[in-house]
């Protein structure tokens, strides 16, 4: 693969500093299509992917969704050299709703085409021929396909994901401004191979494809489920992305004593004590603290909405909001 830049292409090339939520769920269905990884000549994915897909399929194994996302989804995106680009559209960085928006309403000859060109490629699939025509049952079904696919599989890891791509536009911008875009291409990856002389992007692909931009700049996506290679779209006239795949690191171990740094270790002793509609008496029971102790700290917290407060006959109880459970990485105390 050959993307060749201009001068204008190189000022205007972008890092986006989040995921595509359409490229996550598209590259997730070809996790989930590839053999099982002692069955694989290729690389091996990365033990947290390897983990998500198990248990994805887990997961869809035997239900409704399960049988959805093979029968609606996975024909549409083969692991081949060619999938419909309508389906990645470029307000997926925006989010799954923006993305979801303007793929339906992807003019129907544009789908009829691409539909075409993925039989030509691999085969007629079992099911989209509808879509081509129109028909509103159909487009609905893929929208709510895709949907529920992407809240039941996708959106847990979600956090995991976002805060992976914002490392990466962190190294990325970081070594733009401090070394320049000829030093920001040759770090991309490491199968990748700038030519700063030529002003020409190499790296692997399953097939010959040259991508000339024209002045319209490239958009540079760091994905999760992205392969060792990176994805481009087929349709030139289409404004240019590069889908290149995150460098999946172990998160750094957990300081047990991080958040009493954060907000002093009687709050901390409190928060971790909270759950549910936990009662004051069982919280002074966890944490050993007095009943004037508890009733101070628990306003700092709830006025910083890390935990709500309730009043029933005269007793009090307190909930962790989704923010405290956050900070609180779901840890609690124990009686």
Not at 96 to 109: I, K, N, Q, V, Y
Not at 151 to 175: N, S
């Amino acid at each position: 693969m050959l993307i060749h830049f201009t001068r204008e292409d190189l000022a205007r090339t972008r890092i986006s500093g989040s995921p595509d939520s359409l490229w996550e769920l598209v590259l997730s269905l070809h996790r989930l299509q590839r053999p099982r990884p002692t069955a694989s000549p290729g690389p091996l994915a990365p033990a947290d992917v390897l983990r998500w897909r198990a248990n994805t399929l887990t997961g869809l194994s035997g239900h409704a969704l399960g049988r959805r996302v093979r029968d609606h989804l996975l024909p549409l995106t083969p692991i081949s050299s060619y999938f419909p680009d309508f389906l990645t559209p470029h307000t997926g960085l925006q989010g799954l709703e923006p993305g979801l928006d303007t793929l339906l309403a992807t003019p129907r000859s544009r789908i009829g085409r691409e539909l075409d060109e993925l039989t030509t490629r691999s085969g007629a699939p079992s099911w989209g021929s509808d879509l081509a025509t129109g028909d509103a049952q159909a487009l609905h079904l893929l929208g709510n396909t895709i949907r529920d696919y992407f809240t039941t599989t996708l959106a847990p890891t979600w956090p995991t994901i976002q805060a992976q791509a914002t490392t990466e536009h962190t190294r990325l911008t970081g070594i733009l401004a401090t070394h320049g875009i000829d030093a920001m291409l040759a770090n991309l990856l490491p199968t990748t191979t700038w030519h700063p002389s030529d002003q020409v992007l190499e790296f692997p692909y399953p097939m010959t494809h040259t991508v000339h931009l024209h002045g319209r700049g490239l958009t540079l996506i760091p994905s999760w489920f992205c392969s060792p290679m990176p994805v481009v779209l087929v349709d030139l006239a289409l404004p240019p992305v590069l889908v290149y795949p995150l460098t999946h690191t172990p998160p750094p171990a957990t300081d047990p004593h991080a958040l009493a740094k954060l907000i002093g270790p009687t709050r901390a002793k409190i928060l971790l004590a909270i759950t549910t509609a936990t009662p004051t008496r069982a919280i002074q029971h966890r944490t050993g603290i007095s009943a004037s102790q508890l009733s101070r700290h628990a306003a700092v917290l709830r006025d910083n909405n890390l935990i709500t407060e309730a009043r029933h006959a005269g007793h009090t109880f307190y909930t962790r909001t989704p923010l405290g459970h956050t900070l609180t990485n779901g840890q609690q105390t124990t009686a």
